[in-house]
């Protein structure tokens, strides 16, 4: 039963492999229009890939496994793994001249919606090789919200588990079918997409580039098309457009399928909704004021630039519009905290996430509550509904967990020879998905090319870990997960 269900995962991921290696052949034909020779490195890489990966599902189909706990975990690793194995393919063979070290932080940085690049000189970059990096980012997203909504749940490790209070729904699911599920989430994802590209092309974007940005918006990814990301583009229009769909892009999935497909005004009540509007609000207004009376900016070109920094370091995109290191210590330690808060669960960010905030929140009050009255019945509640205690468990145990390996991780990048400062917001930065972190080597006009393999290595690491939600990866150190 054991070898099944290792075999079930292998071949589940071969498949994945397998499509992936098939979205090669679009950055192929974008080159060989555009006459460059990368298109062969993009077609090679799909056959082989493909070849690999065809051979691998057919040497392990047979009877599925059933469905367990265990062949989740498995499945959900080894997905992750496989697609930042073969993504990682065409950009070691491309002609940017990447080590294998190099290939994989990309791809790993793509897959996961990190943001995170080692590449310079992006603006004259081939056109195939911006498109795949964007590609593996906007199929991240959409893998990143299935896992979320799929498959965390069931596992009991995070990710939708607080569906009923996410959707204020009786329901286990918001639609009774899950292909009608399958289909009002890929609309929604698409019709985002497209729109965000259009508009970013009607204040002045090229048609590249817009659909480039576009990609990596909705996914929460970062990934730019030129080397000072949206500094390039100063355009208020542009800016403002970001900032909307990056914001809505960070809210649950779920809540907009119910309210664009059921008209569920309802659903826009979810607690963590208010509590990640809330600290966007706050944090916006704080930097802009402390922007304007510290360095005499403008108040409007201080709060365009505040608000899209701060969604963008708050929903773990990781694009910038400005070196914020030069802002002052304020801005810099407040956007320093948003790298730890994270979006709505249920959408394609990163970080510790709304709700958790909401329920860490709700467990404070009712503990110093319950020291004030020690015989009152104190319930933790997440709006109006009452989060059962091996809720509240999990929820503790991914926020130690979480704040030790970022601990941990500043701990072993320093041991690489990096300083303290980028020790610690690389750590964080690569664990939350963010992308930018501070300082002068990899701040929001810095590049992580400078680190050593050893650095690289931790920073892949951490940042699938932050994409599996910690424990999802973490399982999988125990011994006993392996007994059989």
């Not at 070898?3 to 080159?31: C, E, N, V």
């Not at 802002?327 to 948003?338: N, S, T, Y």
């Amino acid at each position: 039963m054991y070898g099944q269900t290792i075999r079930s995962a292998i071949s589940i991921a071969a498949t994945a492999g397998l499509y992936l290696s098939f979205a090669m052949l679009l950055p192929a034909a974008l080159d060989f229009y555009f006459g460059n020779p990368d298109w062969q490195v993009f077609a090679a890489s799909s056959f082989v890939v493909g070849s690999i990966c065809l051979g691998t599902a057919m040497a392990t189909r047979g009877a599925p496994a059933p469905f367990s706990r265990r062949l989740g975990f498995l499945v959900v690793n080894l997905l992750w793994i496989t697609l930042s194995v073969t993504g990682a393919v065409p950009l070691y063979m491309s002609s940017l001249g990447l080590d294998m070290a190099d290939a994989l932080f990309e791809s790993v940085s793509a897959v996961t919606t990190t943001g995170a690049t080692v590449i310079m000189g992006l603006d004259e970059a081939p056109p195939g090789l911006l498109l795949w990096r964007s590609l593996l980012q906007w199929m991240g997203g959409i893998g990143i919200v299935a896992l979320g909504l799929l498959v965390l749940p069931f596992l009991k490790v995070g990710g939708f588990t607080v569906f009923k209070m996410e959707s204020s729904d009786t329901s286990e699911r918001p639609f009774a079918r899950f292909s009608m599920f399958i289909r009002a989430f890929f609309a929604i994802y698409i019709g985002l997409t497209a729109s965000c590209a259009l508009l970013y092309g009607v204040f002045g974007m090229g048609e590249l580039d817009a659909i480039n940005h576009a990609m990596t918006t909705i996914a929460t990814g970062g990934f730019s098309t030129r080397d000072a990301s949206f500094g390039a583009f100063q355009s208020p229009g542009l800016l403002w457009t970001a900032t909307i769909f990056m914001a809505l892009a960070g809210l649950p999935f779920s809540v907009m399928i119910l309210f664009a497909v059921r008209g569920r005004l309802d659903a826009l009540r979810d607690p963590q909704i208010a509590a990640y509007a809330g600290l966007i609000l706050v944090l916006t207004v704080l930097i802009a004021l402390s922007v304007r009376l510290g360095n005499g900016e403008d108040f409007a070109h201080a709060l365009t630039h505040a608000a899209f920094n701060v969604v963008s370091i708050v929903t773990t995109t990781g694009f910038v519009s400005a070196d914020y290191a030069l802002w002052g210590p304020l801005p810099v330690a407040l956007l320093f905290l948003a790298t730890f808060l994270g979006g709505c669960s249920g959408s394609t960010s990163g970080g510790i996430k709304a709700y958790r905030l909401v329920i860490i929140a709700s467990s404070v009050r009712s503990g110093l509550m319950k020291l004030i009255y020690p015989h009152a019945i104190q319930p933790v509640r997440y709006g109006a509904v009452t989060v059962e205690p091996d809720m509240q468990r999990t929820v503790f145990l991914f926020v130690c967990a979480y704040m030790g390996i970022w601990a941990l991780g500043a701990v072993a990048l320093s041991a690489t020879g990096l300083d303290i400062e980028t020790a610690l917001s690389g750590s964080i930065t690569a664990l939350a998905n963010v992308g930018p972190g501070i300082g002068p080597v990899i701040g929001p006009s810095g590049n992580f090319s400078s680190i050593g393999d050893a650095g690289k290595m931790i920073m892949v690491f951490l940042m699938l870990l932050g994409r599996l939600e910690i424990l999802a990866v973490l399982v999988l150190l125990a011994p006993a997960f392996w007994r059989d």
